[in-house]
């Protein structure tokens, strides 16, 4: 088993920080969805000719309607050819992979904390990060905490993941870790000797769309 500080476990750990804080000009998951619910709850309120001047609470169909933007942006920014650029060197991560790669999984760990953060998730806690991480890996995710031993028939991810022993869910983290560095390794060699800035290529925009639409199926399922 990896120790806390062996790749798959700082992976996970840049991931979750870069995501989450946000990466020079690129928001953080907390900001995009606390902004998103904040454009849909002012939209609910010029549709609605009764509101109050000082605004009103967001309901749960505010939250769908902010999880439903932020699916939609999260989507175009991965079929956008301006992702990798957008980035920039500042996306760098310990280890270094290939920039689409890179920049694939540091969007989709955002959309998923987003979506947990405005379904009402504390981002630090560290089940929550866990189950964004599984989710972000879609199906690979849950059978590695299924393996972990995880019933999610009759159980949520999150429910599930609590009822973990912390060291068990620490081992479900490494697995993830692995599982992405598996995937960085088919799409191109790892260079873990040095840290070189993400720089624009060609992706898959349709894929990478893909991906990212799975990467919310997920995340609604779950979070």
């Known amino acids: 088993m990896a120790s806390s500080r062996g790749l798959p476990d700082t992976l996970i750990d840049e991931l979750w920080r870069r995501a989450v804080g946000g990466i020079g000009p690129i928001a953080g998951a907390a900001s995009v969805a606390d902004e998103a619910l904040r454009e849909t709850t002012r939209s609910g309120q010029h549709a609605d000719r009764g509101a109050r001047p000082g605004g009103r609470a967001a309901t749960d169909n505010d ?5 439903r933007r932020i699916v939609g942006s ?27 790669m890179t920049g694939l999984y540091l969007l989709s760990t955002r959309l998923a904390a987003a979506v947990a953060r405005l379904r009402g998730r ?11 991480m599984v989710c972000v890996l879609g199906a690979d995710g849950v059978e590695l905490a299924e393996r972990t031993g995880l019933d999610l028939v009759n159980a949520s991810l999150l429910s599930g993941l609590r009822r973990l022993p912390p060291e068990v869910r620490a081992q479900l983290d490494t697995r993830i870790g692995y599982r992405m560095t598996s995937r960085f390794t088919r799409r191109g060699a790892l260079n873990v000797t040095k840290l070189i800035p993400v720089v624009a290529a060609p992706i898959g925009a349709g894929a990478d769309a893909m991906t990212m639409r799975t990467v919310a199926t997920f995340a609604r399922a779950h979070l």
Request: aromatic residues 0%; glycine residues 10%.
């Open 63 to 67: 939250v769908e309607a902010a999880v």
């Open 74 to 100: 999260h989507v175009r920014l991965a079929a956008s050819s301006g992702l990798l650029t957008s980035l920039g060197g500042a996306a760098t991560l310990v280890v270094t992979a290939p920039a689409g």
């Open 122 to 132: 504390d981002l630090d806690d560290p089940v929550t990060r866990t189950a964004v």
